[in-house]
């Protein structure tokens, strides 16, 4: 009896040891995050560039971090409420770009008139960072890069060839202080999300948008007839995370998230950049009536929104009068 307790109890101590060495073998448990975007075309330069992100992150962590793209309208998120969606981690990750309502002090780089060029954009982008990563991060959101969109410049439907034209036109703006701009040249500013602009322009809900041939234009191409090129201002967008989620992730998760997204965001600022020529010319050979903008109208419209910046500035407190002087000393305007 002895040796068979004996011999039981070598094969029981046997069998858990191959057990033991099966489960060291297994591989962690994959984390699934959620990736939203706000476009709702896969096509274009910033949806494929974010898809090169998740990509990126998963064959860097061997697929340890697996991440699934939602295109903009292809789940309950308005496009104005990513950052709240993020925060409240109903999405784990996300292409923030509509986030006025939230991060309001975002919009400094975007007030109409006041940067003129992709240079000047880089200049006062690491001002511009410190306000937007404390803003993002009172809302559980940690801000890992940005990218930027090529000058916005107007799309319609109607005759648009001079800031004149915009008198009566219905224009879909991405911020209020775009929308500002409109007002002031007696337009009509609408503001909606990517995907639900090509059914507004067909049924003429909108008569025109602002975008660049590499951002929107160029898909929403069939719908749109003229293109006045005078840059009203530049659009960014912010590439967040739920900062809980985040943390929850091991140093070596998170230094991959990191690498991805400083790696990889900047490229789709310079992929952008490259095809707005080429795109806008395609659109001019389809039909496109290609206007460039004039000089005039460059200095009547950066003379009309001078008084906005100011007003922007002391509407928004300390951190927005901060942020504007700042901005404005380092482009010297």
């Not at 992929?271 to 460059?298: F, I, N, S, W, Y």
């Not at 906005?308 to 500035?313: G, Y």
């Amino acid at each position: 009896m002895p040796r068979c307790h004996t011999l039981r109890a070598g094969l029981l101590a046997a069998c858990l040891s191959v057990i033991g060495l099966g489960l060291a073998a297994q591989p962690a448990r994959a984390v699934n995050w959620d990736l939203y975007v706000y476009n709702s075309v896969a096509t274009i330069p910033s949806v494929r560039g974010v898809a090169r992100i998740a990509e990126k992150i998963d064959t860097d962590t061997n697929h340890g971090l697996q991440i699934r793209m939602h295109l903009g309208g292809s789940l309950q998120i308005n496009v104005t409420t990513i950052t709240q969606a993020v925060g409240d981690g109903v999405i784990q990750m996300a292409d923030d770009g509509f986030f006025a309502g939230s991060i309001p002090i975002g919009d400094v780089p975007r007030l109409p008139m006041l940067i003129r060029s992709q240079e000047e954009f880089a200049k006062i982008s690491p001002i511009m960072d410190k306000y937007v990563s404390a803003a993002y991060a009172k809302r559980g959101v940690l801000m890992l890069g940005s990218y930027v969109y090529p000058v916005q410049v107007g799309f319609a439907r109607k005759k648009y060839t001079s800031l004149a034209d915009l008198q009566g036109l219905k224009m879909r703006v991405t911020s209020p202080e775009q929308g500002e701009f409109v007002k002031r040249f007696g337009g009509i500013p609408i503001t909606m999300g990517p995907p639900e602009v090509p059914a507004a322009l067909d049924r003429g809900v909108i008569d025109g948008v602002f975008t660049a041939s590499a951002g929107a234009g160029y898909p929403w191409k069939d719908l749109l007839k003229y293109n006045y090129r005078l840059g009203v201002n530049y659009v960014n967008s912010y590439i967040v995370v739920n900062k809980a989620a985040f943390d929850a992730l091991s140093p070596e998760l998170q230094a991959a998230v990191r690498k991805a997204v400083t790696e990889v965001a900047p490229t789709i600022t310079t992929d952008m950049l490259a095809e707005e020529d080429r795109l806008t010319q395609k659109m001019a050979d389809g039909g496109l009536v290609v206007t460039p903008g004039t000089d005039a109208d460059a200095a009547e419209g950066a003379k009309r929104m001078e008084s906005l910046w100011d007003e922007w500035a002391k509407a928004h407190g300390p951190d927005g009068i901060a942020a504007v002087a700042a901005v404005r000393a380092a482009l010297g305007r």
